[in-house]
């Protein structure tokens, strides 16, 4: 079974990936259900969702379940799809389509955090209850972790639940902080520490006398949705209701967030592409000295940078799909604890989820604020849709963990995988110390430069990582700044290394095609410019003297072997024009 993580020591193009070019004509059939829903039912409504309209919103849930989209991963018996997490990537890719944040975090919310932990942790008797009215909407799903105190530290929660004197209940008390679907969801994932130490997760009734729901938060965006706090002041929880164990919450909590962390991935590569597609038509139609805007190099510029980012997510989106089906497939159907198996597959890939979530939530960012200038004033007003894009999707790097904790996970992991060896991570660290190695002359092909410059950047990466492990050791992740640094070196690999395989994959298949080759080069050119200075910023924190030195000559000698020598601006040149001739965002 493969380890989350193996990329950075495999060599480059040595397996195939999943990829969006792989898609069954099942999934592309939901694909093209989903995408007619976001277009026909949630964007004619985008205004009436903004102004918050809970009943429209429950309505379209309502609607959302009759189709069977709340359901895909919920097993048949109890009234699911049971379908794969490619499909549940291609279902919450193809609802930002709509343009609306506010239904895409309602459903995400419901179907995901709110409705896994009943799926992998519940006991029949819980999901006989529940899920069947989670997948119809009857009822709608909020997951309760973050407090006012504890944001990213979640551990440190001050909710308790102390067992009734009949020993029938738990007695929950606590404030509960920013709950998406707060005010209208009907079921709660609560989590408490049982006599002020087990944390323990609960299913909580909206109707238990004594759980309040608070006002409705003033937001900077997805004003449609439901965000607030819930308050619990002595609430009976019945002691059936208590989700896996008490004392392993941890695990409810955390094997829920994998897969929050990998769909907000792909809902923010939907996101991308309407930045693309609705900044380009207004482009081609804005005139500004004789011409379109589109026709300025500066503008083709952003939109080449726009497609590169882009198409490196969907890469690592759908390869990380394709990662999370393997792993759980691998979990035997007739195994008793068969879903809690499952999440722990899902959690064999957690660094790839988080780097999902990162990589995405920046590109929606970068993307919109591209889209904006490329609006110029009008971007700025809310008769266009680049500013609501803006306010909606600068919550994303909050969601699921905030990016800087997302970073540390990615790190941490890998610490856990080279001193665990559950990953050759000190083998290839050996391998990367030595002189030589593979050159351009080890591949072939018409990727052949771009494989070389993946394989001694992943080379370079092994190198820095080697030496922030000689001098912090397990303590390596106190240290923040140098651990960021370096899980976005690791997070870099990553899309160079899912961008490579799916257009190497691409042209094996099909033939060469010019743009998509373009696209390979041009965002290898990049990264590796990136990944480079992050390598020399972290060596200078790490070493001084005649160590320092010699660190400096062996990364500017793998800088030099890594460099690919494209007249990046022409190549995103080409890629503007390509945009422009399809009328939209195509691979």
């Known amino acids: 079974m493969k380890t989350g993580g193996e990329f950075l020591v495999s060599r480059a193009g040595s397996e195939k990936i999943f990829t969006r070019e792989n898609f069954t004509d099942d999934q592309l059939q939901f694909l093209e259900l989903a995408r007619e829903f976001a277009l026909q039912e949630i964007y004619p409504n985008l205004e009436a969702i903004e102004k918050y309209n809970p009943e429209l919103m429950r309505g379209l849930m309502r609607k959302a379940g009759e189709i069977g989209f709340l359901g895909i991963d919920v097993p048949e018996n109890y009234g699911g ?34 409705t896994l932990p009943i799926v992998f942790f519940g006991t029949p008797e819980q999901k006989q209850k529940y899920l069947p009215k989670l997948v119809s909407a009857e009822i709608l799903s909020a997951y309760c972790l973050t407090e006012p105190t504890a944001g990213s530290d979640a551990l440190s929660i001050r ?6 004197e009949d020993q029938k209940h738990y007695i929950l008390n606590g ?16 989590f408490a520490r049982v006599n002020g130490k087990d944390f323990t997760a609960f299913i909580v009734e909206r109707n238990t006398p004594g759980v309040q729901p608070g006002k409705e938060e003033h937001k900077l965006g997805q004003k449609g949705a439901s965000t607030c706090s819930i308050t619990f002041e002595n609430a009976k929880v019945p002691v059936e209701n208590v989700l896996h164990q008490v004392g392993r919450g941890a695990e409810v909590a955390f094997n829920s967030l994998n897969m929050g962390r990998f769909k907000l991935g792909a809902a923010d590569l939907g996101g991308c592409k309407v930045c693309i597609n609705q900044s380009m038509k207004y482009a081609l139609e804005r005139w500004q000295f004789g011409q379109p805007i589109a026709h300025f190099d500066a503008i083709k510029g952003k939109f080449g940078d726009m497609i590169l980012r882009t198409f490196a997510l969907d890469s690592m989106v759908y390869r990380t799909a394709g990662l999370l089906d393997e792993s759980i497939s691998r979990v035997d159907p007739d195994s008793p604890n068969y879903f809690s198996e499952v999440a722990q597959a899902i959690e064999n890939h957690a660094i790839e989820c988080s780097m999902c979530k990162v990589f995405g939530s920046e590109a929606l960012w970068s993307n919109a604020d591209s889209g904006l200038q490329v609006y110029g004033g009008y971007g700025f007003t809310e008769d266009y849709p680049m500013a609501r894009i803006i306010r909606d999707s600068r919550v994303d790097r909050l969601y699921e963990g905030t990016n800087e904790i997302n970073r540390q996970v990615i790190v941490g992991y890998f610490l856990k995988r080279a001193l665990m060896e559950e990953l050759p991570i000190r083998e290839a660290i050996k ?17 052949a430069a771009e494989m070389n410059a993946l394989e001694t950047a992943k080379r370079l990466a092994l190198l820095t990582f080697h030496h922030a492990l000689v001098k912090h050791g397990q303590d390596l992740l106190n240290e923040q700044q140098l651990a960021e640094a370096l899980s976005d070196i690791f997070t870099d690999v990553y899309a160079m290394d899912s961008t490579i395989s799916r257009v190497n994959q691409y042209l094996e298949a099909h033939g060469n095609e010019e743009m ?72």
Not at 82 to 103: G, N, R
Not at 159 to 164: G, K, R, W
Not at 175 to 189: E, H, M, P, V
Not at 541 to 570: C, N, Q, T
């Open 516 to 587: 998509r080759l373009t696209i390979a080069g041009a965002f290898c050119a990049e990264r590796i410019f990136a990944i480079g200075a992050a390598a020399e910023k972290i060596i200078y924190s790490l070493l001084s003297g005649e160590g320092l030195k010699m660190a400096l000559e062996r990364i500017h000698a793998l800088r030099e072997k890594m460099a690919l020598p494209y007249d990046v601006f022409k190549m995103k040149r080409a890629l503007a024009e390509d945009l422009y001739s399809h009328g939209e965002y195509r691979f």
């Open 81 to 114: 799809l049971s379908l794969d997490k490619t499909t549940s990537a291609i279902l919450t890719e193809s609802v930002s389509f709509s343009q609306c944040a506010s239904f895409s975090v309602t459903i995400a919310a419901h179907v995901s955090i709110g």
């Open 159 to 164: 909710s308790t639940a102390a067992l009734s």
């Open 431 to 447: 391998a990367s110390l030595r002189p030589g190695g593979e050159g351009l002359a080890a591949f072939s092909g018409p990727l």
């Open 175 to 190: 404030t509960k902080q920013f709950i998406t679907n707060g005010r209208w969801a009907d079921l709660y994932i609560v």
